[in-house]
């Protein structure tokens, strides 16, 4: 597929179906394009489209079966919008471009030519949960245990949001951490991540309580 030139293109850019219940066009929005003028439109379409697929089918679905509706916040970013986030850094937070690839830019591959994508999504079940109680763990513990694909997860304050990565490569360093802090420890930083004792084993401890909410009363 080429890079869409056209409204019409574009609009069956965004009708590609991702899995049974993600479309293109919703990991496309993003705030810097809007503000900035900038269009978020892949150069690669049927690289971001594979991609995207596997972000969708391996950890994005699994989660919204289980869990229920989740809400897309941020997703794919265009080299352009990147850059124009990267440059600003202080105002939108993002990194550079090669930091990016296979990550928020999910039409480029990264370095060693593996591809991958992320997503920022809100689990709406787990809103109340979280401002009850203000921990985000629980969430963060029950995908580890849970959704066998994702690379990686990186939490904010604002509902428990998070990034959450698929990468191809078997290899990926996989992760969680967080921008702020956890409140069992009040340190922010990483969670968990290969070859920390916490790691391997069973976390439910964590997230039975959670769980317990959403039980029919």
Same mark, same amino acid.
């Given at each position: 597929? &080429?890079?869409?030139?056209?409204?019409?293109?574009?609009?069956?850019?965004?009708?590609?179906?991702?899995? &049974?219940?993600?479309?293109?066009?919703?990991?496309?929005?993003?705030?810097?394009?809007?503000?900035?003028?900038?269009?978020?439109?892949?150069?690669?379409?049927?690289?971001?489209?594979?991609?995207?697929?596997?972000?969708?089918?391996?950890?994005?679905?699994?989660?919204?079966?289980?869990?229920?509706?989740?809400?897309?916040?941020?997703?794919?970013?265009?080299?352009?919008?990147?850059?124009?986030?990267?440059?600003?850094?202080?105002?939108?937070?993002?990194?550079?471009?090669?930091?990016?690839?296979?990550?928020?830019?999910?039409?480029?591959?990264?370095?060693?030519?593996?591809?991958?994508?992320?997503?920022?999504?809100?689990?709406?079940?787990?809103?109340?949960?979280?401002?009850?109680?203000?921990?985000?763990?629980?969430?963060?513990?029950?995908?580890?245990?849970?959704?066998?694909?994702?690379?990686?997860?990186?939490?904010?304050? &604002?509902?428990?949001?998070? =990034?959450?990565?698929?990468?191809?490569?078997?290899?990926?360093?996989?992760?969680?951490?967080?921008?702020?802090?956890?409140?069992?420890?009040?340190?922010?930083?990483?969670?968990? &991540?290969?070859?920390?004792? =916490?790691?391997?084993?069973?976390?439910?401890?964590?997230?039975?309580?959670?769980?317990?909410?959403?039980?029919?009363?």
């Amino acid at each position: 597929m &080429k890079k869409p030139q056209t409204v019409k293109a574009l609009e069956d850019f965004g009708r590609v179906r991702l899995s &049974k219940s993600f479309f293109m066009r919703e990991f496309l929005y993003s705030e810097i394009s809007q503000i900035e003028g900038i269009p978020n439109i892949p150069d690669n379409p049927d690289l971001a489209i594979e991609a995207g697929r596997n972000l969708c089918e391996k950890v994005l679905e699994p989660i919204q079966d289980a869990l229920g509706r989740i809400a897309i916040r941020s997703a794919y970013r265009s080299c352009a919008v990147n850059a124009k986030g990267a440059e600003n850094k202080n105002q939108y937070n993002c990194s550079s471009n090669e930091a990016s690839y296979a990550n928020h830019i999910w039409d480029m591959r990264d370095s060693d030519g593996y591809m991958g994508a992320t997503a920022c999504i809100v689990v709406n079940s787990f809103i109340p949960f979280y401002e009850r109680t203000q921990d985000w763990t629980a969430l963060a513990w029950w995908v580890h245990d849970h959704i066998p694909a994702y690379a990686s997860m990186v939490f904010f304050p &604002k509902y428990a949001a998070f =990034n959450i990565s698929w990468h191809e490569s078997p290899d990926y360093p996989k992760f969680i951490s967080s921008h702020f802090p956890n409140p069992h420890t009040g340190k922010k930083g990483y969670l968990t &991540k290969q070859g920390m004792d =916490n790691f391997e084993g069973d976390h439910s401890d964590f997230y039975k309580s959670f769980l317990m909410d959403l039980k029919p009363k």
